[in-house]
């Protein structure tokens, strides 16, 4: 079995990227696949997910499964500290400063 978490993921999914953005940030090595147009990806996802396509389902190394998890769980699942409300925001929508005003 892999040492690295797989995430399934999709690019249409907001979720899914704050997760990998969340997995990267904090040095979590992953091994991401994208469900979209793998037809065996996608079989596998919902083969884990009760015939579900949720994204995004991460598969840890000791046969764990979390689908959709909040950031509260992969913090706790990664024994990551908690965020302020401010900082989860920033992770889930990311950090661009160009969209700031200008003073």
Not at 11 to 24: A, D, N, P, Q
Not at 57 to 70: A, C, H, R, W
């Amino acid at each position: 079995m892999s040492e690295k978490v797989v995430v399934y993921t999709s690019t249409y999914c907001l979720h899914s990227r704050s997760v990998v953005r969340l997995l990267k940030k904090n040095n979590i090595e992953a091994e991401i696949i994208s469900i979209d147009g793998d037809a065996e990806a996608r079989a596998k996802v919902m083969s884990l997910n009760n015939g579900n396509a949720s994204v995004p389902t991460l598969v840890f190394p000791d046969g764990t499964l979390l689908t959709e998890p909040s950031s509260s769980q992969l913090r706790a699942k990664f024994d990551l500290p908690h965020l302020s409300l401010s900082e989860r925001l920033k992770g889930i929508l990311g950090n661009d400063d160009q969209l700031q005003e200008s003073g």
